[in-house]
C-alpha cells in the first residue's frame, strides 16, 4: 500500500506493493480491496484522533494556547471542577486533545469510491465540508499534524488489503 498525502487528500493505492497478487484480480476486486483499504483508513485515522494522538501515533500537544479562547475557557474551567478527570459539558475531557469539539472536522473525514488504474485500483481519503470546517482541519493540522495516516494506521489498513485480498482468492483459512 503506498500513501500520498497532501493536506485534503490520502491516497489508498491496491496496486503498489501487491501488483503480483493484481495479476489474478479482476478490476472489480480491485476496486474492491481499495475501498476496503480506504474505509479502514479513515475508521483508524478518527479512532486514532478520538484518543488525542497524531500522524506520529504521539500524543497531541493540548496546551490551552494552541486552542480558540473560547475552547482554552472550557478547557480551563473544566479543570477547576475536578483534578482527576477534567471535563467538561457531554462528558468529554479536557486533559487530551482529540478535535472534537463540535465533531464537525472528524465528521467531514471520508473515503471516495475507488477508481479502477491500469495495475489495480486507487481509493481517496480526504476532508469535505464546507471551507469553514477545511479552514479548521487546515489550522489544526498546522499547529499539531493529525490528517494522514499514523504508522499503526498503514499497519492495519495493510493487513486489512492483504486480508481481503485473501478472501476474495478464496485463501482464507478456516478459523
Known amino acids: 500500500m503506498r ?5 485534503w487528500k490520502i491516497t489508498v493505492d491496491a496496486d503498489q506493493g501487491f501488483q503480483d497478487f493484481f495479476s489474478w484480480f479482476t478490476p472489480e476486486q480491485a476496486e474492491i480491496v481499495a475501498n476496503v ?3 479502514t ?3 483508524s485515522l478518527k479512532e486514532r484522533v478520538f484518543a488525542g494522538k497524531g500522524v506520529k501515533d504521539k500524543p497531541m500537544r493540548y496546551k490551552d494556547k494552541i486552542y480558540s479562547k473560547e475552547w482554552a475557557k472550557i ?3 473544566g479543570r477547576k471542577k475536578t483534578k482527576t478527570q477534567p471535563a467538561i459539558p457531554g462528558g468529554k475531557t479536557t486533559d487530551k486533545r482529540d478535535l472534537t469539539m463540535t465533531g464537525q472536522m472528524l465528521a467531514a473525514v471520508h473515503a471516495k469510491d475507488a477508481i479502477r488504474t491500469a495495475t489495480g485500483a486507487t481509493a481517496i481519503v480526504t476532508v469535505g465540508g464546507d471551507g469553514h470546517v477545511k479552514k479548521k482541519a487546515l489550522n489544526n493540522q498546522f499547529l499539531t499534524p493529525w490528517f494522514g495516516i499514523s504508522p499503526d494506521d498503514e499497519e492495519l489498513t495493510a493487513g486489512v488489503m492483504r486480508d481481503t485480498m485473501d478472501e476474495l482468492l478464496g485463501r482464507r483459512e478456516n478459523k
Open 75 to 77: 478547557r480551563r474551567e
Open 3 to 7: 500513501q500520498g498525502v497532501n493536506m
Open 37 to 39: 483499504g480506504a474505509q
Open 41 to 43: 483508513a479513515v475508521t
